[in-house]
Structure formats: structure tokens, C-alpha cells
């Protein structure tokens, strides 16, 4: 049993003595090279986004306040020629705020010499809490919109939006901080007034009515003037005035349709005049029904139904068709009414 053991011992010698064989030349050139460097090429930059075609600022003219103090929010937009805004995204209900009283709003628009439009809106704030742990406003988002001659607004999409900027407003308060239930100091009466303050209620009411005396005084009298002031003209200026018009009646021509017409509008004229100054009735502004109503309720020797009648046909005759003008002896027989009429005072 030896013998083998020795040779096995003898080819595992040999076998650790013998030289690596070498390493196969198999693989190819280009497997033997070396990668070439990665080239990477620089990103372009970034795309700046579009200036807006408008301007926006925001501001209020405090930085903090008082509880109860007023504070006002201010927001200019100018637009672009062409260029305008949705004005309903800044009314006064979108608006948030936080811990904050929107007490009024108004906005104005302005339109220059380049044709940009300038808006500027005002909202008024307070605040009656004393609570509240921060006050501020909230951003808003407002669309813009591109005009387009003979388009109207309700077609227009809306062309972008941008952003209001918000403000933030601290609150000063002269009670402690971190205070969960606020009492009324009264732990003391008020301390009473001054006499003179005290009266000052009195003397105020009695120098209101010194002062307004002489003023009714002097409004009374003028009414009493005027009332008293009446313009009676003389005699003889109001004989002169009815020969005149008796004289314009009798050269009245009626001969044609167009002189009749004239002549009735003459009477009626010179009728309605007539019962203005001795009937005090004003009848230039009255139609025949409503002289004839006010007629019945005075004292005057005028007669009545000669003149509802005659006006009557002067106004039908006046405003009427071509065919409803009288004949010229119907047109005769009115001026002689007329003159009638003019005789009685």
C-alpha cells in the first residue's frame, strides 16, 4: 500500500512547483482598450419667464396698530397699453384677512397720455379683537386679460394671473399678553364733571336759539312782502293791452286753411291771457275741460260756456286734421265771441 501513497505525494509536488500556465490571448483589441471619457454637455439655462404687461405694488400706511385703529391696505396695478385686469378678483368679498374687519373699499381708474391704465384700490381695515394671535392679508391672484377691438369682455379668456402681495400687521394692545378673560375696571365711580361741562348742554341749546331768532324774524318778514307785493299793472296800461289785442283780432285774415289756423291759435291766446288776469285762473297751462272746471269754483262775470265752447273749437281747430278747420264765417263767428269774451272784466 505504499507504493501508491509515494506517487500521489511525488505528482502533488510536482504539481505545486510547475510555473502558472500562461493567459489566454484570446480577447480582442478593442475589449483591451480603454473606455474613452464621457463628455457631458452643460444644460442649457433656463428660460426666464414672460415680464408681466403690467405693474403691481402693494402697501399699507402702517405697520401696526392699535385695537380699533384703522389701517389701509393699497394696491396700484398699472396695465399695459391693451392690457387689462377682472376687476370682480379684487372686490372687497375677495379679499382675506386674518383677524382683521374690512370696514370700506373703494378703487379708482385712471387712463393716460400712452394709454396705460392706472387702478388703484383702498380697503380700510380694523380689528376689535384682542385675541388674535397675528393679523395680516392674504395674497391675491388676479387675471389679466388681452383687449381686442369689437370683443367683448364675457368672450375674453383670460390672458395669465399673477399674485397680489399680502401684508402682515402686528398688533399692539396696552393688556397683558396671554390673558384668557378681560374684565371691566370698575372698581371705581367715575369721577364727576366740571359744572361748566355739566351745563354746557343748556347753554348750547339756548345760544342755538338766540342765534336762530333773528333769522326767523328776517325770513318772515320777506315772506310777508312777498306775499303783500302783488304787480297790478295801471288802468290805462290795461286798456291799451285789450285795444291792442281787439285790433290784432280784426285784422285777423281767414281766408285760407293756414290763416284760420292762425287765427284760432290768436284767440286762444288772447282768451286764455284774458282769464289769467281778471279770473286768476291759469289758463295759458290749462286745456278747456280744466279751465271750464276751474271756472265753476271762482266769482267772475265771464262767461263760461262761450268760453269752454270757443276753446274748445280753438284747440280742435288748432291741433286737428285738415278737414275738421271751420269755414271762414265759423272762423269769423269765434273772433267776435272772442271779443265778447274780452269785453266783460
Known amino acids: 500500500m505504499k507504493p501508491p501513497v509515494l506517487l500521489t505525494a511525488v505528482a502533488l509536488a510536482a504539481l505545486a512547483l510547475s510555473p502558472p500556465p500562461a493567459r489566454a490571448q484570446s480577447r480582442s483589441p478593442a475589449l483591451n482598450q480603454k473606455a474613452p471619457p464621457v463628455i457631458r454637455r452643460p444644460e442649457p439655462p433656463a428660460t426666464p419667464p414672460a415680464p408681466l404687461p403690467?405693474?403691481?405694488?402693494?402697501?399699507?400706511?402702517r405697520t401696526a396698530m392699535w385695537v380699533g385703529?384703522?389701517?389701509?391696505?393699497t394696491i396700484d396695478i398699472v396695465c399695459n397699453s391693451g392690457v387689462d385686469i377682472l376687476l370682480d378678483d379684487l372686490a372687497k368679498e375677495k379679499l382675506r384677512v386674518n383677524g382683521l374687519d374690512i370696514v370700506a373699499s373703494d378703487s379708482t381708474e385712471t387712463t393716460d397720455a400712452v394709454d396705460q391704465t392706472r387702478h388703484r384700490f383702498r380697503y380700510v381695515l380694523t380689528t376689535y379683537r384682542v385675541d388674535?394671535?397675528?393679523l395680516s392679508i392674504e395674497p391675491i391672484s388676479v387675471r389679466?386679460?388681452?383687449?381686442r377691438p369689437g370683443q367683448r369682455l364675457q368672450d375674453m379668456a383670460p390672458a395669465g394671473e399673477f399674485q397680489v402681495p399680502g401684508a402682515a400687521i402686528a398688533l399692539r394692545s396696552a393688556l397683558p399678553d396671554a390673558q384668557t378673560v378681560y374684565e371691566l375696571r370698575d372698581g371705581r365711580d367715575a369721577s364727576p364733571r366740571h359744572p361748566v361741562f355739566a351745563r354746557a348742554r343748556s347753554i348750547g341749546l339756548a345760544l342755538v336759539i338766540v342765534s336762530l331768532a333773528p333769522a326767523a324774524f328776517v325770513v318772515?318778514?320777506?315772506?310777508?312782502?312777498?306775499?303783500?307785493?302783488?304787480v297790478?299793472?295801471?288802468?290805462?296800461?290795461?286798456?291799451?293791452?285789450?285795444r291792442a289785442t281787439l285790433d290784432r283780432l280784426h285784422a285777423l285774415d281767414?281766408?285760407?286753411?293756414e290763416d284760420r289756423r292762425r287765427a284760432y291759435d290768436a284767440i286762444s291766446t288772447a282768451v286764455r291771457q284774458h282769464l289769467a288776469a281778471t279770473a286768476g285762473v291759469p289758463a295759458p297751462s290749462l286745456t278747456a275741460a280744466e279751465i271750464d272746471a276751474a271756472l265753476a269754483t271762482t266769482r267772475t262775470r265771464v262767461p263760461r260756456e262761450s268760453v269752454s265752447a270757443l276753446l274748445a273749437s280753438a284747440d280742435e281747430a288748432r291741433y286737428g286734421p285738415p278737414h275738421a278747420v271751420p269755414s271762414a264765417q265759423a272762423c269769423r263767428d269765434a273772433i267776435a265771441t272772442a271779443e265778447q269774451v274780452l269785453g266783460n272784466r
Open 54 to 61: 403690467l405693474k403691481v405694488r402693494a402697501s399699507t400706511d
Open 69 to 73: 385703529d384703522r389701517v389701509t391696505y
Open 132 to 134: 388674535a394671535p397675528s
Open 144 to 147: 389679466y386679460y388681452q383687449r
Open 220 to 230: 318772515l318778514s320777506t315772506l310777508r312782502r312777498r306775499t303783500r307785493k302783488t
Open 232 to 242: 297790478r299793472r295801471s288802468a290805462r296800461q290795461t286798456r291799451l293791452d285789450h
Open 254 to 257: 281767414v281766408a285760407t286753411e
